[in-house]
């Protein structure tokens, strides 16, 4: 059951991230829009494609193999580009949950807590045919009890001192796997334009529903900027 919940929430994740490609700006008709007495608009350059290999050689060449991962479904014919997944719980509260016991991180259970975080974009093939302006923002966790999904989904994210940002989740499945062990998974649709800041930012606190209070540890935010430029395609040159 288990198993099949997981694929599940990934065959979801894989349609709204086929909703969020398809939901991309559409290439507008040279010169103009639609409308007959709107302003005149740019047209759209092309972009060169680029193969999953020549991205695996480029992040190779600028060092950032480490930090984004390029994975093909053969069976889907499917292609995953993602960010290292990064742990956002600290050590110290994760080793309590297993054996530890204190006033605030409770008795151990045998089971350790984590919160698994990574952004992610898939696309048909072994061919980017387009930069992608959305992704997906997933939080896998395992604990003791539950840590987010009973409180609300909804994501909120404070940066650089007031300055705020708000998801709403597109996805999510939890799972209590035996008496001392909660599994749960969410997801969230982010812009290129919020990864960007958010990867640029110096603090990056979060919150999900009314859940404890949580961070984004600063190596993890720099891993966001290579899967950035690794998804984002060349204008193809006029000829």
Not at 93 to 102: Q, V
Not at 166 to 190: C, F, G, P
């Amino acid at each position: 059951m288990k198993t099949m919940k997981i694929i599940l929430l990934t065959s979801t994740i894989c349609f709204i991230l086929t909703l969020a490609a398809s939901a991309q700006t559409p290439t507008p008709t040279p010169g103009y829009s639609d409308s007959q007495d709107a302003m005149p608009v740019a047209a759209v350059k092309a972009e060169t494609p680029r193969t999953l290999d020549e991205m695996k050689a480029a992040a190779k060449r600028n060092k950032t193999d480490d930090d984004v991962f390029f994975v093909w479904d053969k069976f889907k014919d499917e292609s995953q580009v993602l960010s290292k997944p990064e742990n956002i719980v600290g050590s110290w509260e994760g080793a309590f949950a297993i054996m530890g016991s204190s006033p605030r991180y409770g008795s151990g259970s045998g089971t350790p807590r984590l919160i698994i975080v990574h952004l992610e974009w898939r696309f048909g093939g072994k061919t980017l045919t387009e930069t992608p302006d959305k992704f997906a923002l997933v939080f896998s966790g395992m604990s003791p009890d539950w840590q987010f999904l009973k409180t609300g989904d909804t994501l909120y994210l404070l940066y650089d001192g007031d300055n705020r940002m708000q998801l709403n989740a597109a996805a999510s499945d939890r799972d209590v796997v035996k008496y001392n062990r909660v599994d749960e998974k969410i997801a969230y649709i982010i812009t290129r334009e919020q990864v960007a800041t958010l990867a640029a930012a110096k603090k990056v606190e979060l919150r999900i529903g009314n859940a404890k209070p949580r961070e984004f540890k600063p190596k993890m935010l720099k891993r966001w900027q290579p899967l950035l430029d690794a998804t984002q395609l060349s204008p193809t040159a006029d000829r």
